[in-house]
């Protein structure tokens, strides 16, 4: 169907105030934050596909009529949280529309005393949590893009916040789901459905993308507001006893609230040194190593426009340079309760970061950490405008494959880009690990080719180590490559469910697998 | 959709794909079975099975096998019983399918660990049973469900292509198909290693049994007490078929791990959050859970449900106080997030026991969808006969 008719059609099913399809509209639906689609943006170019039309569903009703008549005329739709994803999992790839779905925003039933909470999908994280804390509740959610990221969209990416390592990832607080399936049936799973608060078919929904329903309630567990949160920092000479500390701690009883290892590197930028570990002022440490004074120096140790294009030009020099700067590793821990349970903990945390050879720094990098603990994100557009990129590849393991995986991915990465982690989200089995990488090149092409050649040697350096390609941000349409690998065999199950339910392929097609239904 | 091949044939066909295997024909069961060594067997032979449309159905210990009129494989899975990793730092024990649980736990028990699930139905019972076995498994608020403790695993699908996971403790990369083939009760894939969880010994292991004087009042104080206290275990037994002067008829049996002060800090949380509807008892624990293992079967009716908190009250209401002679037996575990497990077995000349193919945690609308596509990945339906090995428990 022609895309003029097919908006024609939606108007009547939806009324005209329900259907965009403004040129700029279109345009911001092309894609989600995947840096690819930034760097075309800041390369003057349109994106080679954009949304036919946007559709802004009011409720679940609305959701069904789009869906029917999407498998009706075999209409590709995808549908939208806030399109804070980074991994292309809302890009079109075929001529679609686009189903936002921000207007279902209402808090349908809120039971303190079950304590469960279910919303609508299009309710932006920051106001759910400000609600629950209105009655002294709280989601224990808290991704970096809590502002600007969807309820549905956590579920649909299995999303973590950072305080997992207390909370669990999104699908440990998930209970129930309604989900608008790809024939325009309502399906009620878990316990807003007669199942469980594990019905495994949660499972498949959570993670899903958008490819197999639109979700259109969540139902999910809510904790009671912690008393008191405080937080400490500790350092680690060396790294791998900064790991051997956090495994200790998730396999000890403790349930921290917070427990993120930084590498030297990331424990720099994050801007916890200003002295290297011998007492040297951190930018003439940086300056005197590299030779370059100015510019190189400032790439390290400043987010220096001018100083990132230069040292982000040549990663691997700034990598070795970085290897050079004796810095140390800084462990951000947090606990909650009552003050003296926190007393409790802490003396417990003082034990193990003593036998892991750790350093008790006190409570300052803690808060401070604490109070700009989204800020890190939004410090991305400056590189950008550098003329640079930058993303994030969120890996995990077991404790066992951790620090060999990271090593191989850092050595991996290295040769391309501009590279730093930390270890948040730890279990008392394994932990993640977040990369940060960035690189300078002069064109469009050349950068494009560098991210590639990066996100190719970084995910295989994973596999190497059976370790997972994603860990909380999702596959989309960057990492569908590596799934074979991923999870032998998953394809033919996804392939199942995609026949079964969707036939038509109609649901956010060429998504977290490259299958033909 | 049967292959409509005969027995000799199938046989004959297996052992060219399998050569030097002892293979087995039962013509009185219609079955030809097959021992494989290793997941690279198992592939070839489902793989055969698929093409030509033989159904494969696993040998269970806990029950009767399904009674068939096609001709099928029997798959035993007693050779492939390795343990084939251990990871200490990481927590981590991978065993094949045909581990014996009582093995495990013993090899387990050597190395100062243990699983955090304990096994419904006897320790005979093989790995891949134990998970696919519709039964929720022993399991208590502090730890969850058998399904918590899988950490990853491998599988063989109905096409003979063998499943895999990566090894992390959390994944986004699409749908957790593992959590499926669990629930598909065989019907998705048939586990052949799996990771579990495991922990250390515990210091100390706390069993207290408790005699409950108010069975309404104990049974609404019960959340809090999973709550506050999380014991490891926790069940409350009601209506016991062999209560006597001695033996309490309604009891909770309450399991604690760990150090000596933090066990008994928590034993103090479920003393005092039960209040004076239970008081300690003098029949020791164990005595108590063997006695409830011998009552299992012989009362008629079994039927197993999740209810939330008002469901659980109004079912306590209707068995009303004390024991009643012809009142159902009510076992009640779980108590985690506002969900109670709920076994009821009802006096001998009850209606038989319903037989079904949805698991207990599954939803309706979501064991639709997982029959749907069943279907769609298994179109000769050579597994669809996996689930029934359940529906004869005995
Ligand atoms: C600055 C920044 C920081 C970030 N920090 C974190 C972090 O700390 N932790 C983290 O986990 N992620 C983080 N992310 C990634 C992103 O916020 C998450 O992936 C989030 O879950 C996406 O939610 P959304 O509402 O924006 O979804 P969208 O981007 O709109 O959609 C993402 C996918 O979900 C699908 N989808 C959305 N809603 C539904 C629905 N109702 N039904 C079915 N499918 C649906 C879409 O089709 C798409 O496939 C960050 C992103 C940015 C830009």
């Given at each position: 169907m022609h895309g003029q008719r097919v908006s024609d059609e939606l108007r009547k099913l939806l009324g005209s105030d329900k259907v965009v399809t403004d040129e700029q509209y279109l345009l911001s639906y092309?894609?989600?934050?995947?840096p690819t689609g930034q760097l075309r943006k800041l390369a003057g170019r349109l994106p080679s596909r954009k949304p036919l039309s946007i559709c802004f569903a009011e409720d679940v009703e609305d959701v069904r009529r789009v869906v029917k008549f999407c498998a009706a005329e075999r209409v590709p739709m995808i549908p939208w949280g806030a399109g804070s994803g980074v991994c292309g999992s809302n890009v079109p790839v075929e001529d679609s529309i686009a189903l936002d779905l921000k207007r279902m925003n209402r808090v349908l039933s809120l039971v303190p005393e079950e304590r469960q909470v279910t919303v609508q999908p299009g309710l932006i994280g920051e106001e759910l949590e400000e609600r629950l804390n209105a009655r002294g509740l709280t989601m224990g959610h808290f991704p970096s893009s809590i502002a600007c990221s969807t309820v549905g969209g956590y579920v649909a990416c299995r999303s973590a916040g950072q305080f997992s390592s207390r909370y669990g990832k999104i699908e440990d607080m998930l209970l129930g789901l309604e989900v608008v399936l790809p024939n325009g049936e309502v399906a009620r799973l878990g316990i807003l459905g007669d199942g469980h608060y594990k019905d495994p078919v949660l499972d498949l929904i959570a993670g899903s993308e958008g490819t197999l329903g639109v979700i259109t309630e969540v139902c999910l567990k809510v904790e009671p507001l912690p008393e008191k949160m405080d937080f400490r920092g500790y350092a680690f000479l060396d790294l791998e006893d900064g790991i051997q500390c956090m495994r200790r701690v998730m396999q000890s009883d403790l349930r921290p609230t917070v427990l993120r290892l930084y590498d030297p590197l990331d424990s720099l930028m994050a801007g916890f040194h200003s002295k290297t570990s011998d007492g040297e002022d951190i930018h003439r440490a940086a300056a005197r190593l590299t030779g370059l004074k100015g510019t190189l120096a400032a790439a390290i140790t400043e987010l220096n426009a001018a100083g990132l294009a230069v040292g982000l030009f040549r990663p691997s020099l700034l990598n070795r340079v970085v290897e050079l700067l004796p810095t140390r590793a800084l462990l951000i821990a947090g606990v909650q309760g009552k003050n003296a349970k926190i007393t409790e903990q802490w003396d417990r945390f003082t034990t193990i970061v003593a036998a892991a050879h750790g350093e008790d720094l006190g409570p300052a990098p803690g808060h401070a950490w604490y109070k700009r603990r989204y800020a890190v994100s939004y410090k991305q557009s400056k590189l950008y405008q550098a003329g640079a990129f930058v993303d994030t590849m969120e890996v995990a393991t077991t404790w066992e494959n951790l620090a060999p995986m990271y090593r191989a991915i850092v050595k991996a990465l290295s040769k391309h880009v501009f590279i730093m982690a930390h270890f948040s989200h730890a279990y008392p089995q394994g932990c993640s690990i977040y990369f940060t990488f960035a690189a300078y090149r002069p064109t469009e092409r050349s950068r494009k080719s560098t991210y590639q050649q990066a996100w190719r040697a970084g995910l295989e350096a994973v596999q190497r180590f059976n370790g997972t390609i994603s860990h909380h941000h999702g596959i989309g349409t960057l990492k569908r490559w590596a799934m074979t690998r991923e999870s032998p065999g998953g394809q033919e199950l996804f392939q199942a469910f995609k026949h079964a339910l969707d036939p038509a392929s109609i649901m956010n097609p060429g998504k977290i697998y490259n299958i033909d239904v | 959709m049967a292959t409509g091949m005969s027995g000799t044939r199938i046989r004959k066909e297996l052992s060219k794909h399998i050569p030097g295997h002892r293979l087995t024909q039962s013509d009185a069961f219609r079955l030809v079975t097959v021992q494989p060594d290793n997941p690279q067997e198992l592939h070839t032979i489902v793989g055969f099975a698929a093409r030509e449309g033989v159904p494969v159905v696993p040998a269970a210990h806990a029950t009767r096998p399904p009674v068939m009129e096609d001709w099928h494989i029997r798959l035993n899975f007693g050779r492939m019983s390795a343990i084939v990793d251990f990871s200490l730092e990481s927590g981590l024990v991978c065993a094949q399918a045909g581990t014996k649980l009582a093995d495990l736990s013993d090899w387990l028990m050597e190395k100062g660990h243990s699983l955090m699930v304990r096994p419904d139905y006897g320790e005979d019972m093989e790995l891949w049973e134990f998970l696919l076995a519709p039964d929720a498994g022993n399991f208590g608020p502090r730890f969850g469900s058998k399904w918590e403790q899988v950490f990853s695993l491998s599988a063989v699908l109905p096409s003979g292509r063998i499943f895999e996971n990566s090894l992390a403790p959390a994944r986004a990369s699409g749908p957790d198909f593992s959590r499926i083939i669990l629930a598909g009760r065989g019907a998705f894939g048939l586990p052949l290693e799996v990771y579990l969880k495991v922990r250390p010994l515990p210091r100390r292991r706390q069993l207290t049994a408790l005699a409950i004087l108010d069975l309404p009042e104990a049974c609404a104080r019960a959340w809090k007490v999973a709550e506050a206290a999380q014991p490891e275990f926790m069940e409350i037994v009601a209506?016991?078929?062999?209560?006597?002067?001695?033996?309490?008829a309604q009891f909770a049996l309450i399991e604690l791990w760990g150090e000596r002060t933090e066990v008994a800090r928590r034993k103090e949380l479920v003393r005092k959050h039960f209040g004076k509807s239970a008081k300690t008892t003098d029949v020791p624990y164990e005595e108590l859970l063997g006695l409830e293992e011998t009552c299992r079967f012989e009362r008629g009716a079994r039927s197993q449900y999740f209810t939330d908190r008002q469901g659980l009250a109004e079912l306590i209401d209707s068995v009303g106080q004390g024991p009643v002679a012809d009142a159902p037996q009510l076992r009640l575990r779980g108590f985690v997030h506002n969900q109670a497990y709920v076994t009821i077995e009802r006096p001998a000349?009850?209606?038989p026991r319903p037989t079904t193919t949805q698991d207990l945690f599954t939803s309706t609308d979501g064991s639709w969808l997982l029959q749907e596509t069943s279907r769609h990945l298994d179109p000769r339906g050579i597994f669809s006969w996996a689930p029934r090995v359940w529906d004869e428990v005995g």
């Open positions: 092309a894609s989600d934050m995947i | 209506n016991q078929c062999r209560s006597g002067d001695k033996v309490p000349g009850s209606p």
